[in-house]
């Protein structure tokens, strides 16, 4: 039984939301985080619990505005404070085809050598569509904030058109050729964020960069620090002379490098969580007075629970980290299509209820 949703008359409030997890002005419970919701979602909400007619993507801008329109409306009337949107610029990459999906060759990719990289076809900021990002930022309803990012961090990227086995082994036998693609994608992606960065309702910029694995960093520590943390450092800056916030997703475990993010890198919270690695009410209590922490709803629990134990999960990391502040509910990482819709919209109605009886 959803009690709450959808929500008929939201109020939701982007300056409460970014005081709160900056430590400013604490809110009566955490507010609603998430870093992507799976298209299916959006669709089946937007049509079963919405009513409004589902318009796919096309080529047509109007067909394209009616999308973004329902895309808005998800976010909206589910009760978040921002729209979060991402887009990434084409980078051509060597992919292995399975009967229902594809996934990025990790033996073999598109820039093994340096003729291979002289060759490739990288992508022009100056050549990109921006239009989604500016129909977003201007027909937000009155409140939302707009959370933006790139799709795709460098060291993704990096990993993506080398594969990971190539990055491996050309970090040692060819480490001027991954400086070079290094350079070629923070490059890139600083023009891409100096395009959306002035749009009037952007909050926060919170990209993604998944940099660990279950027990460690996927490369290591000093390697991340020389080619990678650096660039997140000028996105921050960016962000920060622009007087806003830099959250960062990185799946697995940062033990590692988690201080440098913050002191160096200056990131502003962390998103991405696995029980497995550290659960969420840990992390708070290590750093949740130093960043703002994100999420923390275990996609197993979400994919494979019920929706009552997910409810009490959603209840008992509310209660465990308002203590501290700093602290936004939602998922461990995403609402990939394998998660239960029921399950994600308990996650969302018992947020509100303890947000409601909080205010009672």
């Known amino acids: 039984m959803l009690d709450t949703i959808p929500i008929h008359h939201p109020n939701p409030d982007n300056q409460a939301f970014i005081a709160h997890l900056m430590g400013q002005k604490p809110l009566t419970a955490a507010p609603l985080v998430e870093y992507n919701i799976d298209d299916s979602h959006i669709q089946r909400i937007t049509t079963e619990i919405f009513n409004r007619p589902w318009i796919p993507w096309s080529r047509t801008r109007s067909d394209q505005q009616s999308c973004l329109d329902n895309f808005i409306q998800i976010w909206y009337r589910l009760g978040y404070d921002f729209v979060r949107f991402e887009r ?120 993604g960069d998944d940099m660990g694995y279950h027990s460690g960093t996927m490369i290591s520590p000093a390697d991340l620090g020389q080619l990678i943390l650096p660039w997140h450092k000028i996105f921050a800056r960016m962000a920060h002379k622009r007087g806003l916030p830099y959250f960062l997703h990185s799946c697995g475990n940062l033990t590692d490098i988690m201080d440098t993010l913050i002191a160096d890198v200056m990131i502003d919270g962390k998103h991405s969580f696995e029980d497995s690695i550290i659960p969420v009410e840990d992390f708070h209590k290590q750093y949740g007075k130093r960043i703002a922490v994100l999420g923390g709803v275990d996609v197993n629990i979400l994919a494979s629970g019920t929706p009552e134990e997910v409810r009490a999960r959603t209840r008992d990391l509310i209660e465990k980290c308002d203590l501290i502040g700093r602290f936004g509910i939602g998922s461990g990482n995403s609402i990939p299509d394998y998660v239960p819709l029921n399950n994600y919209l308990a996650m969302i109605d018992e947020r509100h209820k303890v947000a409601h009886a909080g205010k009672h």
């Open 88 to 207: 990434s610029l084409r980078f051509d990459e060597k992919r292995v085809i399975g009967k229902e999906r594809s996934w990025v060759d990790q033996q073999k990719g598109a820039i093994q050598n340096w003729q291979d990289f002289e060759q490739y076809q990288w992508p022009k900021v100056s050549e990109f569509d921006f239009s989604s990002y500016e129909y977003i930022n201007n027909n937000l309803p009155n409140g939302m904030g707009f959370i933006v990012s790139h799709a795709g961090g460098v060291f993704e990227h990096l990993s993506q058109i080398m594969s990971f086995e190539g990055l491996c082994y050309a970090l040692v036998d060819q480490r001027d050729l991954v400086e070079a693609i290094v350079e070629k994608l923070g490059t890139l992606t600083t023009e891409f964020y100096s395009q959306i960065l002035d749009l009037d309702h952007v909050i926060a910029l919170w990209p």
